[in-house]
């Protein structure tokens, strides 16, 4: 598709990466319904067990179609 894009997003800073945005998975920066679709990997294993459903809310929050872990 002609207007794809992708974001990655972690807690530590990923030199050289493009289109990179370091910040926590509990406080996204993008406002609510921002992606079509979101994925995210290897995550919620490195995660608190009391931070885990906070985190996939806020992934859910910025997804409008889908989510895959």
Do not use: I
């Not at 002609?2 to 990923?14: R, Y």
């Not at 319904?33 to 608190?48: A, N, T």
């Amino acid at each position: 598709m002609p207007d794809a894009f992708s974001v990655v997003v972690d807690l530590q800073s990923a030199n050289g990466l493009g289109d990179y945005v370091q910040a926590s998975t509990l406080v996204l920066p993008f406002a609510d319904d921002s992606f079509d679709f979101v994925c995210s990997c290897d995550m919620l294993e490195h995660l608190p067990d009391s931070a885990r459903v906070p985190a996939l809310r806020e992934l859910l929050r910025v997804t409008r179609d889908g989510l895959y872990l």
